[in-house]
């Protein structure tokens, strides 16, 4: 084996996981904080905080890798390695530990990038105050640097937002920790608007209470405090002030019972995990978790709900990220409208199901009206009197600068928190009050009505027919939150009654329910539905699927038959659209009632797709690097193993070729006694000895040849055994 090959050093896994989040962001639009805790990792906080200042800072560093050209010079380094790396370097522990190949090249680099950072100060203040910038920068990660156009979703600087976790610090404590640490409170500001200059404002050493959270401290962008010991001991929380609004909002005395219907936990038991560790870790004891499905939560069970708050899955549109491709900026239409169906599904949820809330706070963290003012009017048609929109401008005595748009029937009465004038994520959040003067619309009592009716299973015509229309009306409520899994025929019965009674039309009209709206609501949903609680289904599924399109085929095989004999176009697509809807019914109830018991199955399937995907997206960074550098070590190695592998076949022929020709060698040299190489060589080359036939010349040849290689054989097997 060559002495001193060193095999090459790995980048630490931590600085791996938080540069494949980033990239992760920037390509995919996630959201930060699912991606992050997603990740097996022990540190995930660490890694929370590298991404969260890598993405804070993303146009500085963008900045900082044209200046120093690092991309250009090191092709073979990952780009999103790099900004974790400089992140850590400039902004984080403020140097870098490792010896593998990409940390070291960034500490080479490490002066001009410094440098670069004092000449870009101005520029960032510049681009801090601008809106939205168009800029180019370098956006693949290849060794050819393409510059392609892109927009800036976030060209602000937003600051580090610290909140106060008041179960385990009170705030004035806080503010004397953080003065002790050498940071000077700026004075409080008398409106909204000089607040956000203050932040403008803040240096490395100063900090500001939050005008409107007491317990929300911003400080400069980049202030590392992922080693600081409020935070290790949950103290202190990383958060941006937009996810502390609705929470606030909120606002719900001390005593009362509060349930966070989006708390993340779904039908993860590791991200259960999570959240139970991290409300331990907080302090707060009076938590109880319920690991369910939200929608299936039966307020009978927890009749005491006076608080609630809705944060449903969403496009994320507002969240931290890189930079977004002008192209893709927007999210793709069909997928937004899911979104919209399944939070205007889990909203309704909220309001008519715990008829103790007062109190309802809806949020998301997108930019996108389809999200927010859209759902907010689909709600309003269904809520009627019964609650009442709460105008934040008033709430927040008009110290906020963006509300809804005046477009919608909601008016402005929501809140929009925006990245280029609030300094924080984008967020959208709406608040509802009850009215307990007026009883809740009739959609909610219909549903309880139906369960009640499934129960007793009652037989009578007229009432079924009624449960038949009502059945239309909250099908899908039935479907998912009861997740009955009712005869294929019934279904295809239910989908075939075209209008509704005019008992029933009657009934809607007058609780402003329109049919055709929850229709239409109940169908996206059903998508929607499907796409977010049984994504852990899919597998289990895609069998089940499968025999339905086969079967589906035939149908239609089938139907196209019924076609020619009907010779009628019309009915035909009829038939499909019916039969397509039906197969959509049954996959989505199929999804739910089989959800419980495949779950299992399929959680193990869906972790070990996860854990595939995750270990093939750590590894991302370190292949493409691999790619370039260490592949071309990887490279060497494989040729010094296959040197190495040569040599000691070599060895071990030449021992057995030793001990083989050991006696012959001996021979040979007994029978050459006399005879010298140098005397067969001249004999064997000597071309124009002609004295001899051709036959003995080649048998003086192979002697010679026999003896040379012995000889040399032996030499090798000496060396060999001398070294040993
Ligand atoms: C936007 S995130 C909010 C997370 C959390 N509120 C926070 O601020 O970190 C939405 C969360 O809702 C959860 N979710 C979606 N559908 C749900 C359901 N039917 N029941 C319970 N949770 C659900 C998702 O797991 C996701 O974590």
């Given at each position: 084996?060559?002495?001193?090959?060193?095999?090459?050093?790995?980048?630490?896994?931590?600085?791996?996981?938080?540069?494949?989040?980033?990239?992760?962001?920037?390509?995919?639009r996630?959201?930060?904080?699912?991606?992050?805790?997603?990740?097996k990792?022990?540190?995930?906080?660490?890694?929370?905080a590298?991404?969260?200042?890598?993405?804070?800072?993303?146009?500085?560093?963008?900045?900082?890798?044209?200046?120093?050209?690092?991309?250009?010079?090191?092709?073979?380094?990952?780009?999103?390695?790099?900004?974790?790396?400089?992140?850590?370097l400039?902004?984080?522990?403020?140097?870098?530990?490792?010896?593998?190949?990409?940390v070291?090249?960034?500490?080479?680099?490490?002066?001009?990038?410094?440098?670069?950072?004092?000449?870009?100060?101005?520029?960032?203040?510049?681009?801090s105050?601008?809106?939205?910038?168009?800029?180019?920068?370098?956006?693949?990660?290849?060794?050819?640097?393409?510059?392609?156009?892109?927009?800036?979703?976030?060209?602000?600087?937003?600051?580090?937002y610290?909140?106060?976790?008041?179960?385990?610090?009170?705030?004035?404590?806080?503010?004397?920790?953080?003065?002790?640490d050498g940071?000077?409170?700026?004075?409080?500001?008398?409106?909204?608007?000089?607040?956000?200059?203050?932040?403008?404002?803040?240096?490395?050493?100063?900090?500001i209470?939050?005008?409107?959270?007491?317990?929300?401290?911003?400080?400069?962008a980049?202030?590392?405090?992922?080693?600081?010991?409020?935070?290790?001991?949950g103290?202190?929380?990383?958060?941006?002030?937009?996810?502390?609004?609705?929470?606030?909002?909120?606002?719900?005395?001390?005593?009362?019972?509060?349930?966070?219907m989006?708390?993340?936990?779904?039908?993860?038991?590791?991200?259960?995990?999570?959240?139970?560790?991290?409300?331990?870790?907080?302090?707060?004891?009076?938590?109880?978790?319920?690991?369910?499905?939200?929608?299936?939560?039966?307020?009978?069970?927890?009749?005491?709900?006076e608080?609630?708050?809705?944060?449903?899955?969403?496009?994320?549109?507002?969240?931290?990220?890189?930079?977004?491709?002008?192209?893709?900026?927007?999210?793709?239409?069909?997928?937004?409208?899911?979104?919209?169906?399944?939070?205007?599904?889990?909203?309704?949820?909220?309001?008519?199901?715990?008829?103790?809330?007062?109190?309802?706070?809806?949020?998301?963290?997108?930019?996108?009206?389809?999200?927010?003012?859209?759902?907010?009017?689909?709600?309003?048609?269904?809520?009627?009197?019964?609650?009442?929109?709460?105008?934040?401008?008033?709430?927040?005595?008009?110290?906020?600068?963006?509300?809804?748009?005046?477009?919608f029937?909601?008016?402005?009465?929501?809140l929009?928190?925006?990245?280029?004038?609030?300094?924080?994520?984008?967020?959208?959040?709406?608040?509802f009050?009850?009215?307990?003067?007026?009883?809740?619309?009739?959609?909610?009592?219909?549903?309880?009505?139906?369960?009640?009716?499934?129960?007793?299973?009652?037989?009578?015509?007229?009432?079924?027919?009624?449960?038949?229309?009502?059945?239309?009306?909250?099908?899908?409520?039935?479907?998912?939150?009861?997740?009955?899994?009712?005869?294929?025929?019934?279904?295809?019965?239910?989908?075939?009654?075209?209008?509704?009674?005019k008992?029933?039309?009657?009934?809607?009209?007058?609780?402003?329910?329109?049919?055709?709206?929850?229709?239409?609501?109940?169908?996206?949903?059903?998508?929607?539905?499907?796409?977010?609680?049984?994504?852990?289904?899919?597998?289990?599924?895609?069998?089940?699927?499968?025999?339905?399109?086969?079967?589906?085929?035939?149908?239609?095989?089938?139907?196209?038959?019924?076609?020619?004999?009907e010779?009628?176009?019309?009915t035909?697509?009829?038939?499909?659209?019916?039969?397509?809807?039906?197969?959509?019914?049954?996959?989505?109830?199929?999804?739910?009632?089989?959800?419980?018991?495949?779950?299992?199955?399929?959680?193990?399937?869906?972790?070990?797709?996860?854990?595939?995907?995750?270990t093939?997206?750590?590894?991302?960074?370190?292949?493409?690097?691999?790619?370039?550098?260490?592949?071309f070590?990887?490279?060497?190695?494989?040729?010094?193993?296959?040197?190495?592998?040569?040599?000691?076949?070599?060895?071990?022929?030449?021992?057995?070729?030793?001990?083989?020709?050991?006696?012959?060698?001996?021979?040979?040299?007994?029978?050459?006694?006399?005879?010298?190489?140098?005397?067969?060589?001249s004999?064997?080359?000597?071309?124009?000895?002609?004295?001899?036939?051709?036959?003995?010349?080649?048998?003086?040849?192979?002697?010679?040849?026999?003896?040379?290689?012995?000889?040399?054989?032996?030499?090798?097997?000496?060396?060999?055994?001398?070294?040993?």
């Amino acid at each position: 084996m060559p002495e001193g090959f060193v095999h090459s050093v790995k980048v630490p896994r931590i600085y791996k996981t938080a540069a494949c989040t980033i990239k992760k962001i920037a390509e995919h639009r996630a959201s930060l904080k699912e991606l992050v805790y997603e990740r097996k990792h022990p540190n995930i906080k660490a890694i929370y905080a590298l991404a969260a200042t890598a993405l804070q800072n993303s146009s500085q560093l963008t900045e900082l890798l044209e200046k120093t050209e690092i991309l250009k010079k090191e092709p073979r380094l990952d780009h999103w390695l790099a900004r974790i790396l400089i992140t850590e370097l400039i902004w984080g522990k403020q140097s870098l530990q490792s010896e593998a190949k990409p940390v070291l090249t960034i500490r080479n680099y490490e002066n001009q990038l410094r440098d670069a950072l004092k000449n870009t100060s101005n520029d960032k203040i510049e681009k801090s105050i601008k809106k939205v910038k168009n800029v180019y920068v370098i956006l693949n990660k290849k060794p050819v640097v393409t510059l392609v156009k892109i927009h800036f979703l976030i060209s602000v600087e937003k600051p580090r937002y610290v909140r106060v976790n008041t179960l385990i610090m009170s705030v004035d404590d806080a503010i004397q920790e953080f003065k002790n640490d050498g940071y000077n409170l700026l004075p409080k500001s008398p409106n909204y608007k000089s607040y956000l200059k203050s932040l403008e404002s803040l240096d490395t050493f100063s900090f500001i209470q939050d005008y409107h959270i007491r317990e929300l401290f911003a400080f400069k962008a980049g202030t590392a405090f992922y080693d600081h010991d409020g935070y290790n001991s949950g103290a202190l929380v990383l958060q941006d002030k937009a996810s502390c609004l609705p929470a606030n909002l909120l606002n719900p005395p001390s005593g009362s019972v509060v349930l966070d219907m989006c708390a993340a936990p779904e039908r993860n038991e590791r991200r259960y995990q999570l959240l139970c560790n991290l409300i331990e870790s907080s302090g707060a004891n009076i938590v109880e978790t319920i690991n369910a499905d939200a929608l299936k939560i039966d307020s009978n069970k927890y009749p005491d709900i006076e608080y609630i708050l809705v944060d449903p899955s969403c496009s994320g549109s507002g969240m931290d990220r890189i930079e977004v491709n002008e192209s893709t900026n927007k999210n793709d239409p069909s997928r937004l409208k899911s979104l919209q169906s399944f939070q205007v599904f889990l909203l309704r949820h909220a309001l008519f199901n715990f008829p103790t809330a007062k109190r309802v706070v809806y949020s998301t963290c997108s930019i996108y009206a389809e999200e927010n003012e859209m759902v907010i009017d689909e709600i309003l048609n269904n809520v009627g009197d019964a609650y009442k929109l709460v105008p934040i401008k008033e709430t927040l005595k008009n110290e906020w600068i963006n509300y809804s748009s005046e477009k919608f029937n909601c008016k402005d009465n929501c809140l929009y928190a925006k990245p280029s004038v609030d300094y924080s994520n984008g967020f959208f959040v709406a608040v509802f009050e009850r009215n307990f003067d007026v009883p809740l619309p009739e959609i909610r009592k219909v549903k309880e009505e139906l369960k009640d009716e499934q129960v007793e299973g009652s037989n009578n015509g007229k009432f079924n027919n009624q449960r038949k229309n009502r059945k239309q009306e909250t099908g899908k409520n039935e479907l998912i939150v009861n997740g009955n899994n009712k005869g294929e025929g019934k279904r295809k019965k239910i989908k075939k009654k075209k209008g509704l009674s005019k008992y029933d039309n009657d009934k809607l009209n007058d609780n402003k329910v329109s049919c055709e709206k929850e229709k239409s609501l109940n169908e996206r949903a059903e998508n929607v539905v499907k796409k977010e609680f049984n994504e852990e289904n899919e597998n289990s599924n895609k069998a089940g699927k499968n025999k339905r399109k086969k079967k589906k085929m035939s149908t239609e095989k089938g139907e196209n038959g019924e076609k020619n004999e009907e010779n009628s176009e019309e009915t035909d697509v009829k038939k499909k659209k019916k039969k397509l809807l039906a197969d959509e019914v049954k996959d989505v109830e199929k999804s739910n009632v089989d959800g419980e018991e495949n779950s299992e199955k399929a959680n193990i399937k869906k972790k070990r797709k996860k854990k595939k995907l995750l270990t093939k997206d750590v590894d991302d960074v370190e292949k493409n690097y691999l790619n370039g550098e260490e592949k071309f070590e990887e490279t060497n190695i494989k040729k010094k193993k296959k040197k190495k592998k040569l040599l000691t076949e070599n060895e071990v022929q030449v021992e057995e070729n030793n001990e083989d020709n050991i006696e012959k060698v001996e021979k040979n040299k007994k029978k050459l006694k006399g005879e010298t190489n140098s005397e067969l060589k001249s004999d064997v080359n000597d071309k124009n000895n002609t004295g001899e036939d051709e036959e003995t010349k080649k048998k003086k040849k192979r002697k010679y040849d026999s003896v040379e290689d012995n000889n040399s054989n032996e030499n090798v097997t000496k060396k060999k055994r001398k070294k040993n």
